[in-house]
């Protein structure tokens, strides 16, 4: 007698909540990343805050056991409405006395400096966070589909059903901003600090 091959797809576990819980967790912390990276971007920009400049007075290196260079000296935003003769923030490496860099004011006595590595950085990050997001949605379609898999329709070509296009879709796009991240983090790398 010839054995009996099964056109069934991998068996599933009888109940999906452990899937669906990462699944979950995948998609919130792509969220939480992306909104943080966004947020900090807005930042190094200086789009969020009130952009500035600071004219260094001078930078230590402070803290045990992993050190920090601080600098202190005079911000002045753009437009002119505040200054702060003793703002302070943390740089690496450090910048000499009377130097300038662009600073962006989120509060009072919080700087974010402003530059296109940093730019760059949060790029990367909210890129990530976008692809966990949208490779979780492409599970989710994938799933949604009966078989768990693309189902394929015979025509003048093999192509896979409306459900399995929009994970199909979802997981290129997943690739396109895994492939974007990486050179944001690649430019943030080799940009100057």
Request: proline letters at 7%; a positive charge; glycine letters at 14%.
């Amino acid at each position: 007698m010839a054995p009996v091959i099964s056109n069934r797809g991998p068996s599933r576990s009888a109940n999906p909540a452990p899937r669906l819980a990462f699944s979950v967790l995948f998609a919130l912390i792509g969220a939480g990343l992306t909104a943080f990276g966004l947020y900090q971007a807005g930042h190094a920009v200086g789009l969020l805050g009130e952009p500035g400049t600071l004219t260094v007075a001078s930078c230590a290196r402070v803290g045990q056991p992993k050190p920090e260079i601080r600098c202190t000296g005079s911000f002045r935003s753009d437009d002119g409405r505040s200054t702060d003769p003793a703002a302070r923030f943390t740089v690496n490496p450090s910048l000499a006395s009377g130097q300038t860099t662009g600073l962006d004011r989120v509060d009072a006595g919080s700087y974010v400096r402003i530059s296109p590595a940093g730019t760059e950085e949060y790029a990367a990050l909210t890129l990530f966070g976008m692809a966990l997001f949208v490779f979780t949605g492409s599970g989710f379609a994938s799933r949604a589909n009966s078989t768990g898999r693309p189902e394929l329709r015979a025509g003048p070509e093999l192509r896979a059903g409306p459900v399995g296009r929009v994970g199909l879709r979802l997981g290129q796009a997943g690739i396109v901003l895994l492939l974007g991240a990486a050179l944001c983090a690649v430019i943030a790398f080799l940009s100057p600090r």
